[in-house]
């Protein structure tokens, strides 16, 4: 299944323009980076997202808290890659070939790197298939910022700005 | 408010600020100096020029008020002694609180504190009012009625070369009037502009207006002189700001003119009085002509900008070009079959450009002690006079360049240190004289490089300390047994007034200290990497010696490692390294100790505390490294030392701020990442 998933989402790239319906050119979209942990598909603001680098490698940090993985130095800054699947409450994963390390951008000076399982495509989401999960925030939908339900998929928007706040 | 002219304000009022602190006390000894009257003077009246553009008027008043003092001052009406000179700084601590509101965004003030301006214009008022703007101008108005032979008498118990005060001028501007009024055939009425209070304050406007119309006026009588002119020395911009020197020019030509001319006796003007007032037209931004650093570079908020003089910005491009061209050539190579000893000849010319663009970006961080000095002066000549004694302070070394950071980190620990010698070092006068001392204490505070340290002393002539009563002291107090305390050598007992709970009640007179305790100090020193030394005879007064690296950004290191992960110790702290031997160790308690000269020192296994999980015990050849954490001594044993290597420290990511037992990270040499160890936070968190 999840091998199935992946390999038509990876198409999904080129197979955009005969799928789109009338009311998606009408809605603004939001520019989206997907990536898939376990068989679930993600997507993060591409304005939020600085690069997507593959796993070199990780110091891992003794003491630090159990969901971060260690840091990485990416071109002289040192940048904390986080096990995205803890925040989802997953268990961790080795890394293997897919595996990528997506720079999030916090603000200006603070960037942290997300461990995920595979990073997909680039896709526009209709800002009018996305419900945004604000108002009912329970306690394992701390860190998505909406579900956008399009072309099939179900599309987690990660609220990265809540996973890096400061109660960290 | 413009927000832009605003932060410029900011920013040159900061800066005269700091030369005003430091410039009032000098005054204080050398009042005489007239050159440090004039530039205090023009202190004052910059920042005055600036918040009166900007409307600040409190600020503008204790300005003025100020200026006022010292323009008595400078006239040698009043002498700035030590109860002006508190009456003054007080004025200042106002002026500095009203810029730092206005720093931090407040931008509504209330009025000025009326007992300051009271006070302020009693000094003024010590020998008469003060209306220094007026006189020049009186003068001028009086010149310009020639040839009548009229006296205009001045009111009773007036002093003819003082200076005039608004009533007093306005009197004798009516008597002029009477006088041209009956004199002049010519009607010659000066009207006011619509819309002006006849009976209120004239404004300077207005004035100048009023002159205009009497100038023109008197232009029309037959027996009236050539007008005189004041030429403006060339090569002036008649537009442009005048400054004190070229108003001062002019001045003089006046009173040549004024002195064919006149035949009204009228008061001297006094040129140097009359300064201030062209000044006081000029815009916000006043030349500051005596400081040679007309260098308006400073465009931002103080706090997150320094200023770099631009040769050294051009050398830093030079270096950025030579980057290039090795970068280049090492490409060439790349692309070419290059021998082994061109590729080195590139590596070693790469090696020796990227050191010395380090060294000049290293620079450009660089700031002269003198920020952190000159706020001492004051410190000092307040506490003394508070306490009753006469102390002087010589600073050294004060255009000793430091790290930014380091200046700011240093400022807080060095005022306790130097209150401390104020305060407990320095004896009372009289006991200073019956000890056959000189009656005025000295406190030292130097700076000098060191290699690649700064280091900075307070000294002082004052009591000193016993070191047999800190170790009877440290007894006393249950930090350690008495025997523990005679095996303290002199050193080690003056270190005692380091540790914490020492220094806070009446231990020793000498060093009760107040405010944040010594051992705060040694924390910060410590966390600055550097060092604290102290050395002391009774009797002959204490010496305390700081050294800091030079910068916070390049850290010396120790770099150690167990498996594949390398950590940074901070050299300073490393004391030695010797090979592990089991057998030379005991447990003692449950911890492991090593004996090493007599003493034992606890180990620590670093791969236990940082893998927990690897059987670090069973590892061979391993080293200790010897720690000093405060006042302790710790060994470490790791794996393999890797050698020395000097680092650059990175933060580490987010979420690990607060990680203890890490000061940062670093990339090493093969590009992979060490851990810069924090050793107090790493046994804190393990011990």
């Known amino acids: ?168 | 408010m413009d927000e832009e002219i605003l932060q410029d304000f900011l920013v040159e009022a900061t800066e005269l600020l700091d030369q005003l602190n430091e410039q009032l006390v000098d005054l204080e000894n050398s009042p005489d100096d007239s050159n440090l009257l004039n530039s205090i003077f023009r202190g004052f009246h910059t920042i005055k020029g600036g918040a009166g553009f900007l409307g600040v008027m409190p600020l503008v008043e204790v300005c003025h008020r100020a200026e006022n003092v010292f323009d008595k001052i400078r006239n040698q009406d009043v002498a700035y002694d030590a109860a002006v000179a508190d009456v003054i700084l007080r004025a200042f601590d106002k002026i500095s609180q009203m810029i730092g509101m206005l720093n931090d965004g407040e931008r509504e003030f209330e009025e000025s504190d009326p007992v300051l301006l009271a006070e302020l214009d009693a000094i003024t008022k010590g020998t008469q009012n003060a209306a220094p703007v007026v006189e020049s101008d009186v003068a001028a108005a009086v010149q310009k009625s020639p040839m009548v032979e009229v006296a205009l008498t001045l009111p009773e118990g007036v002093d003819p070369d003082g200076d005039m005060t608004d009533e007093e001028f306005e009197a004798l501007m009516a008597q002029r009037e009477q006088i041209t009024g009956s004199v002049e055939p010519v009607a010659a009425k000066l009207s006011l502009p619509e819309g002006v209070d006849p009976d209120g304050d004239m404004t300077d406007e207005e004035f100048e207006a009023l002159l205009a119309q009497r100038a023109d006026l008197t232009v029309e009588q037959p027996q009236k002189k050539t007008a005189p002119k004041l030429a403006l020395a060339e090569d002036v911009d008649p537009d442009g700001d005048i400054t004190d020197d070229e108003f001062e020019a002019l001045l003089a030509q006046r009173d040549q003119i004024m002195g064919a001319d006149v035949s009204v006796p009228v008061p001297d003007a006094k040129p140097t009085v009359a300064a201030p007032k062209p000044v006081e037209r000029k815009p916000s931004k006043p030349a500051q002509d005596d400081d040679g650093d007309d260098n308006k570079a400073a465009k931002n908020t103080a706090e997150s900008t320094v200023r770099v003089d631009t040769r050294r910005l051009d050398e830093i491009m030079n270096l950025v070009g030579e980057l290039v061209l090795v970068r280049n050539r090492l490409l060439t190579l790349r692309s070419s079959d290059a021998s082994l000893e061109e590729i080195s000849n590139a590596v070693a010319n790469l090696d020796h450009v990227t050191t010395d663009l380090q060294n000049s970006v290293m620079k450009t961080r660089m700031q002269p002690v003198k920020k952190v000095f000159g706020r001492f002066p004051r410190v000092v000549r307040d506490l003394a006079r508070k306490l009753g004694k006469d102390i002087e302070l010589e600073l050294k070394g004060e255009e000793t360049d430091l790290d930014k950071n380091l200046v700011e980190a240093l400022a807080d620990p060095l005022v306790h240190l130097v209150r401390n010698s104020v305060d407990h070092g320095i004896e009372m006068p009289d006991v200073r004289l019956t000890a056959g001392k000189p009656k005025v204490g000295k406190v030292i505070l130097a700076a000098e490089q060191e290699g690649d340290h700064i280091l900075l002393s307070i000294t002082d002539d004052g009591k000193g300390m016993d070191p047999v009563v800190l170790r009877r002291k440290a007894v006393e107090k249950g930090m350690m047994d008495e025997a523990a305390a005679n095996q303290l050598d002199d050193k080690q007992a003056f270190m005692l007034i380091m540790a914490a709970g020492f220094s806070t009640a009446d231990v020793v007179s000498d060093i009760s200290g107040r405010g944040v305790g010594m051992d705060v100090v040694k924390n910060m020193i410590t966390k600055l990497n550097g060092s604290i030394d102290i050395d002391s005879a009774v009797g002959q007064g204490t010496h305390i010696s700081i050294r800091v690296p030079l910068t916070l950004a390049i850290l010396p290191t120790l770099m150690v490692s167990f498996g594949h992960d390398s950590y940074a110790i901070p050299l300073t702290s490393v004391q030695e390294i010797f090979d592990y031997d089991e057998r030379k160790t005991n447990n003692i308690d449950g911890q492991k100790m090593v004996r090493l000269r007599e003493k034992s020192i606890p180990l620590f296994f670093l791969a236990n505390w940082l893998s927990p999980g690897s059987q670090a015990e069973a590892h061979k050849g391993d080293k200790v490294v010897i720690v000093a954490i405060g006042n302790q001594r710790v060994g470490l044993v790791v794996e393999q030392v890797n050698g020395q290597e000097e680092v650059v420290i990175k933060p580490l990511g987010i979420m690990l701020q607060k990680v203890d037992g890490y000061a940062g990270a670093t990339i090493t040499g093969n590009g992979s990442i060490a851990l810069i160890l924090d050793l107090p936070g790493l046994v804190q968190r393990f011990q």
């Open chain 1, 1 to 168: 299944m999840a091998m199935q998933t992946s390999a038509r989402q990876r198409n999904g790239l080129f197979s955009d323009q005969g799928e789109l319906d009338d009311e998606d050119f009408i809605s603004p979209t939001v520019r989206c980076v997907l990536f898939r942990l376990d068989s679930e598909v993600y997507g993060i603001n591409v304005k939020k997202i600085r690069e997507v680098l593959r796993v070199g490698q990780i110091r891992s940090v003794p003491g630090a808290p159990n969901n971060i993985i260690g840091v990485i130095n990416v071109r002289g800054v040192i940048v904390t890659v986080v096990d995205t699947r803890r925040f989802y409450g997953l268990p961790s994963k080795v890394v293997d070939d897919y595996s990528r390390i997506v720079i999030v951008e916090l603000d200006e000076d603070r960037a942290v790197g997300l461990m995920v399982d595979q990073v997909q495509e680039v896709k526009d989401i209709p800002e009018s298939r996305v419900e945004l999960m604000t108002n009912t925030r329970e306690a394992g939908t701390a860190y998505i910022h909406g579900i956008a339900h399009y072309q099939d998929n179900v599309i987690i928007l990660v609220d990265t700005d809540n996973m890096f706040s400061n109660k960290h």
